[in-house]
């Protein structure tokens, strides 16, 4: 019950601020005794006050506040039963001594205070909503229900605090009640929704779908919003699309309730979640005349970056087609169509539009557009309309890209000298360790070409590693160990192993393993051992770390070794 | 190994023999494990020194000298060990050793011989996660081997075969933790209430309470007797209520179908409990809470206290050797972590305990021991010193990170403890 705050805290503090400034010094006293933790002593001064004037809510606030800290919170249905005696039209002192009773666990004396102060402020639903949370506050959600019914009965509208029976509904696991109270709730006061979807998104994933049902079941378009945020925070936003795009009212509410849904949707980078995305860009779009172009254009791009490029060309053919449309429009579509012809391997024409595209286009858009050219054109394998495009990039990435093409060239010298001056930093974390292999390689065979080895990294590229595998074996076959033939060695065995070529990765990593004296033998016996591992043969993988250790026990691959053992051994999670 | 007959005879003297027919080994004869910021991986050092005495080899525990170090004949076995598990191991001659042994005789430092592997044992149900309870962690992390023992044993007299005995966060109220109705219907409590409620049908006992309280006279039993109990969390509170409340009901309805009992406060009777006194039951059948003996009473609302750090005491070495075993660390203040309890409030203890470590300026302690009969007990509070909030669902924390815990380190200080040799304590 985290979620449901307590207003009691508040009230005392709005009232406590403006009476700091005038408070009379035996107050000042108590205030401070309390804001030094001196509990006892600012209890005893506070009710020191309270003989003097029985119904200073200050007082009691305060009283109450350090009775709290004490856990002695019985102790203030005195002081409030006399306040209320001394100044019976308070509601302030109305709601401590709601608190006051219920800490005491004297649920008809809640009650009673409960209705006269409702008398007091007719049609509140303060009242009850104080003895119902000073009731969670004590852990007990009986009372507290019990609390809210009463409230709703006495006021007389089945609406009436919908939003704290909805949450303890939620908190119940009462999914059927949980949606109707959620109904009326947002019925009332739409800003309900985030304590909705805060509290239905902690659901247990079991329960889920029952949740989802409940919500749908209820026809109402905002509590299917719910439902379909909270599917997609689930892992389905195309089944959240679908449940919202079923109900979805016409006009602008529908438009918000979308807006809502693409709010949902943004954090989100699975395809699945750019598809939902797509469509409801486009829903939108449908909705919003006046924005229709900006809509598809966004629209197609999220189709692009779900793959679904015909939908991304369906659009994109129509906010070509719209007249007038703003340049920046026609630059975002101009973009998004780039990348489609990416994606549709057409690139020669995505290079031809992105050229036209160069004035118009945010720099860093079109840099970037460039680069996914290249990428292209390295997986086409044509290397040299790739090197075209990266020759004059000087960027970290453009650097680590340029220096990838030459090594595809079989340049070894220059792909060095590019990858090096790109540095660790460059693109993310995994390719950053990539280039950091393919450095140690190059550094190690320390020639300027090598066409055998260009074209292993390009059947790599291309997704042959059989093709891969053989080549840099025969590569390595004709380098010796320490000149970089052990590397190879390694590095075709971890191909093969990633391709699931057990039994060759396991000849070509035993053979690295066994080129004494090579950086790459430890680290062959690694890989070994993983490989091993994977097979079920733990026993020999174990030994097999055992001895890497034990052989080499400052080895780089050491700390790698031990962890993989205690993984081994059941001694870290993930065993 | 039974308290009061304690420790070291002689640390150096003990040792003689292993050096003398140590032959080849004399001029290079000896491991030091450091344990102050010199140590690779601080936890696994314990399970090197567990295994070296599962051997028959014989070791040393410096106390006070670099963090607490340790002194192994310098066999291959051990050096083995040491490298396989990256634990840092510094190869000593006899000179060196000498200039050690001087320097220890000189300061607040002592040595402890160690002489046999403790025999080892986990309360946890048998459906217990592996990851679920700190100690079951760190022993698994160190490598050092331990039973699982439940119910069954624990009635059955079993716990005689062990000497050390570790509780987690079980309830010995019987209450499920209380987290019967907050958590009613998720599968997990079915389970522990199933599965418990079973125990106690096999056991022949009427409830859950019923058969968790003679759970808890078996430990007590097992302490009187001569054993070392480590406990943390929910543990320490709850088998000491369970022990006051012998002929109290103190269990809610929902677990043995009557309502705790109106006076059940006044009528415990703290004689029996091992470290708590004049507590204040929680009658509320909903709140997560126990009584006032936690001082951060996680789950009170409103009475929820912050976390801070909490402070090691220092102890003479050479005069109170069994608290200065239990505070070696290389950190003298540890981030407090929080559990269903946490601490113990100082005005709940019994006189005669001994604090380990407080939270400076509060009115709880963290760490404490004492005696009963002629065994020996220690509280640690919280759940998981590397998973401060530590809250249901979280995941398993990873020790592989946390090579250097200052907090694990206690937990397997006290792993250790039942290994040191006997000898007439001196206070």
């Known amino acids: 019950m985290r979620a449901i705050a307590w207003p009691a805290l508040a009230a005392s503090l709005l009232v406590l601020a403006p009476s700091l400034a005038a408070q009379q010094p035996e107050f000042e006293r108590a205030f401070e005794l309390e804001r030094r933790g001196n509990h006892v002593a600012a209890a005893e001064a506070y009710r020191r006050l309270l003989a003097g004037n029985p119904a200073d809510p200050n007082v009691l606030l305060g009283l109450e506040r350090v009775l709290t800290e004490l856990g002695r919170t019985g102790e203030m249905a005195g002081p409030a039963s006399e306040a209320l005696r001394a100044q019976s039209a308070d509601p302030v002192l109305y709601g401590l001594a709601v608190r006051a009773w219920t800490a005491a666990g004297v649920r008809d004396s809640s009650r009673r205070l409960a209705e006269r102060w409702g008398r007091i402020e007719p049609g509140s639903e303060a009242p009850w909503r104080e003895w119902g949370y000073a009731a969670l506050a004590r852990r007990d959600r009986n009372e507290a229900k019990a609390a809210f019914l009463a409230g709703r009965e006495q006021l007389g509208r089945p ?56 919500l749908d ?69 449908a909705r919003t005349p006046a924005s229709r172009e900006r809509w598809l254009a966004e629209a197609a791009r999220a189709y692009t970056e779900a793959g679904d490029q015909m939908s991304a060309r369906r659009l994109l053919a129509q906010v070509g087609d719209a007249p007038g449309g703003a340049p920046t429009l026609a630059a975002a579509a101009g973009g998004t169509l780039v990348s489609v012809l990416i994606a549709e391997r057409r690139f020669d024409e995505a290079e031809r539009r992105l050229g036209e595209l160069r004035a118009v286009l945010d720099p860093e858009e079109h840099d970037r557009l460039r680069r996914d050219l290249v990428r292209g054109l390295l997986g086409a394998d044509r290397l040299d309309r790739a090197d075209a495009l990266v020759a004059d990039d000087s960027t970290v990435e453009g650097l680590a890209l340029r220096g990838r093409v030459r ?26 360790t990539t280039r950091a292999g393919i450095l140690a390689l190059l550094q190690v065979l320390d020639a300027d070409s090598a066409p055998g080895l260009g074209a292993a990294f390009r059947a790599l590229q291309r997704g042959d590693s059989a093709a891969a595998v053989r080549q840099l074996a025969e590569l390595a076959a004709t380098t010796p160990p320490e000149r970089g033939g052990a590397e190879l060695l390694l590095l075709a065995g971890k191909v093969a192993a990633a391709g699931r070529d057990s039994v060759k990765a396991e000849a070509l990593l035993r053979g690295a393993a066994e ?61 | 190994m039974r308290r009061r007959d304690f420790l070291a005879s002689g640390g150096v003297a ?77 190869p000593v001659d006899d000179a060196a050793l000498v200039a050690i042994r001087a320097e220890i005789a000189q300061t607040n430092a002592e040595a402890v011989p160690l002489e046999k592997a403790p025999r080892v044992a986990v309360y946890a149900p048998p459906n217990a996660a592996p990851w679920d309870d700190a100690v079951t962690m760190a022993l698994n992390y160190a490598g050092i081997r331990f039973d699982k023992v439940w119910d069954g044993e624990v009635t059955g007299g079993g716990l005689a075969r062990y000497d050390w005995l570790h509780l987690h966060h079980e309830d010995f109220t019987g209450q499920y933790s209380k987290f019967y109705l907050n958590y009613s219907g998720a599968p997990w409590l079915t389970e522990m209430v199933e599965l418990n409620q079973r125990m106690a049908r096999q056991a022949g006992f009427p409830h859950v309470p019923a058969l968790k309280k003679a759970v808890a006279r078996g430990i007590g039993g097992f302490v009187e007797n001569g054993g070392f109990l480590f406990a943390m969390c929910t543990a320490t509170e709850t088998l000491d209520l369970a022990l006051a409340a012998r002929d109290v009901d103190v269990a809610a309805a929902y677990a043995d179908g009557s309502p705790m009992e109106p006076d059940a406060t006044a009528r415990l009777d703290w004689s029996l409990a091992l470290a708590f006194q004049q507590a204040r039951l929680e009658q509320s059948p909903i709140a997560a809470v126990f009584s006032d003996i936690d001082g951060h009473q996680v789950n009170s609302a409103g009475g929820r206290q912050p976390l801070g750090s909490f402070t090691l005491f220092n102890f003479s070495a050479k005069i109170d050797p069994v608290p200065t075993m239990l505070v070696q660390n290389h950190r003298q203040v540890i981030p407090d972590f929080y559990g269903l309890t946490t601490s113990f409030n100082r005005n709940r203890l019994k006189p005669g305990v001994t604090v380990l470590a407080e939270e400076p300026g509060s009115s709880w302690v963290k760490y404490i021991r004492g005696d009963r009969g002629q065994g020996t007990w220690a509280f640690y509070g919280g759940h998981d010193p590397e998973d401060p909030q530590h809250q249901i669902g979280d995941l398993p924390t990873d020790l592989s990170v946390h090579p250097h815990s200052p907090g694990y380190r206690l937990i397997l200080n006290n792993v250790l403890f039942p290994a040191a040799k006997k000898k007439e304590l001196k206070t």
């Open chain 1, 159 to 214: 609406e009436a605090l919908a939003g704290e029976l909805a949450q303890l509904a939620t908190v119940e696991g009462n999914y059927a009640v949980a949606a109707e109270e959620w109904h009326h709730a947002l019925s009332e006061n739409p800003g309900y929704r985030a304590s909705a979807l805060s509290l239905l998104g902690q659901v247990p994933g079991d329960r889920r779908p029952a949740v989802l049902a409940a």
């Open chain 1, 515 to 575: 080129t004494p004296g090579t950086a790459a033998a430890p680290a062959a016996r690694l890989e070994l051992a993983r490989l091993i591992a994977r097979a079920g043969r733990r026993d020999e993988a174990t030994a097999l770390l055992e001895q890497l250790i034990l052989d080499d026990p400052r080895s780089a691959v050491a700390p790698q070794a031990r962890r993989l053992l205690d993984t081994l051994r059941g001694a870290v999670p993930g065993a």
């Open chain 2, 14 to 90: 003990a040792l003689a023999p292993v050096l003398r027919l140590a032959g080849p080994l004399r001029r290079a004869a000896w491991l030091l494990v450091p344990m102050d910021d010199g140590q690779a991986d601080h936890l696994k050092a314990y399970g090197v020194i567990f295994r070296a005495l599962e051997r028959g080899e014989r070791a040393e525990w410096l106390l006070n000298y670099r963090g607490g170090a340790f002194l192994l004949p310098g066999s291959s076995a051990a050096l083995r060990d040491a490298t396989l598990t990256g634990v840092t191991a510094e």
């Open chain 1, 407 to 432: 090594l595809l060239q079989g340049r070894l010298g220059e792909a060095l000298t590019d990858l090096n001056a790109a540095g660790p930093y460059a693109i993310d974390r995994e390719d950053a």
């Open chain 1, 217 to 285: 079941g209820q026809s109402d378009p905002a509590l299917t919003g719910v439902a379909s945020a909270l599917a997609a925070r689930w892992g389905d936003p195309l089944i959240g699309f679908r449940m919202l795009d079923a109900r979805l009212p016409a006009g602008q509410e529908g438009a918000a309730l979308l807006v809502d849904f693409l709010e949902e949707l943004r954090p989100l980078s699975s395809r699945d979640a750019a598809q939902a995305r797509g469509r409801t860009l486009e829903a939108l779009a």
